[in-house]
C-alpha cells in the first residue's frame, strides 16, 4: 500500500473527488463532446508556448519552468474557446467537432519543429501524474477545490440553466450571466487539469464517473454524492492496479473507469434497471 503516500496518488484522489462535480454539468448540458475537445484545446497551448520559448519570444522565455509554461498555455487557449462557445446560442456537435480537429492538428503542427515541447506533450498525454511535482499538486488543489465549491454553492441555479433553460428565465435567473460562469468553471478546471496531468486523465476523470453514478442515481442529488465515489474508487483502483503491476498511472485510472462503466451498464442491463438520469 506504498502508492497510497505518494503525490500522484493523491492527485489522482483529488480528480476523482472534484472532476465528476464539473463533469456532471458536460453530462447534463449534453455536452460531453465539449470535453473531449477542449482538453485538446488546452494541449494546442502548451504547444504554442513551449514553441514560443523555443524560438526565444521573451513573454515565453521569461517562463524557465515547465509546468509554469504548460499552465500558461492552457489557460490562454481554453478560456478565449469557451468564451465564444459559451456566446453561441446553440453548441453544435459540428462546431465541436471542429474545434477538436483544429486543436488536434494544431498541436501536431506546433510540435513538428520543438523536440522539447513534444517530449514534455508526450508525457502529458499518457498522464503526468508520476512526475507532478508539488507546485502543480498545490495549483491542482486549488483550482478544482475552488471551482468544485463554486460549483455546489451554485448547484440549484446552474442545474437550473442546464435543463429547462425557459424555467430559468421565468424564475428570474439571467441565462447569458450563468452560461459565462459555467465556461469559466470549466475552463479553470480543464486548463489546470490538463496542464497538470494531461488530457487524458482529465476527460477520463470529468465524464467517466458521471456516467457510472447515472446507471444507479436516482436524482440528481444522488447522482453527485455517488459520481464523487465513483471517481474516488477509478483513482484508488487505477493506482493500485499501476502500482503493484508496474502500469502507467493514467492509463490505468482511465481503463479502470470504462471498465466500472462497462459493469455498470452490463448490472444495469441484467436486473432491468432504468436509468432514471438520462445522459
Known amino acids: 500500500m506504498d502508492f497510497l503516500s505518494t503525490k500522484a496518488f ?22 460531453i463532446l465539449l470535453g ?21 519570444w521573451a513573454w515565453c522565455a521569461a517562463l524557465t519552468d515547465d509546468p509554469a509554461k504548460a499552465f500558461l498555455g492552457a489557460a490562454l487557449f481554453t478560456l478565449p474557446v469557451l468564451l465564444w462557445l459559451a456566446g453561441r446560442k446553440r453548441l453544435a456537435e459540428a462546431t465541436l467537432a471542429f474545434v477538436f480537429l483544429a486543436a488536434v492538428s494544431s498541436a501536431n503542427l506546433l510540435l513538428s519543429s520543438n523536440a522539447v515541447g513534444e517530449i514534455y506533450i508526450q508525457d502529458l498525454f499518457h498522464g503526468r501524474l508520476l512526475l507532478i511535482s508539488d507546485g502543480s499538486l498545490a495549483a491542482l488543489a486549488i483550482a478544482l477545490g475552488t ?10 441555479r446552474l442545474l437550473l440553466i442546464l435543463s429547462d433553460i425557459d424555467f430559468a428565465r421565468a424564475a428570474g435567473l439571467r441565462p447569458g450571466i450563468w452560461n459565462l460562469l459555467i ?7 480543464i486548463s489546470v487539469a490538463v496542464a497538470t496531468v494531461g488530457p487524458l486523465v482529465t476527460f477520463g476523470f470529468l465524464i467517466l464517473p458521471v456516467l457510472c ?67
Open 36 to 56: 473531449l475537445a477542449l482538453p485538446q484545446v488546452s494541449l494546442a497551448g502548451v504547444a504554442f508556448v513551449f514553441l514560443g520559448s523555443a524560438y526565444g
Open 147 to 156: 471551482c468544485a465549491l463554486v460549483s455546489l454553492a451554485f448547484r440549484r
Open 10 to 31: 493523491w492527485a489522482a484522489l483529488l480528480m476523482g473527488c472534484c472532476c465528476p462535480i464539473i463533469g456532471r454539468n458536460l453530462v447534463l448540458g449534453r455536452s
Open 183 to 189: 465556461a469559466l468553471l470549466n475552463g479553470a478546471v
Open 213 to 279: 453514478a447515472a446507471v444507479f442515481s436516482r436524482s440528481l442529488h444522488t447522482h453527485l454524492a455517488v459520481s464523487m465515489l465513483f471517481g474516488a474508487a477509478m483513482a484508488a483502483i487505477g493506482s493500485a492496479a499501476s502500482y503493484h503491476y508496474d502500469l502507467p498511472l493514467g492509463d490505468s485510472v482511465v481503463a479502470g473507469g470504462c471498465v466500472a462503466l462497462m459493469m455498470s451498464w452490463a448490472v444495469a442491463k441484467a436486473c432491468f434497471f432504468k436509468r432514471p438520469i438520462k445522459t
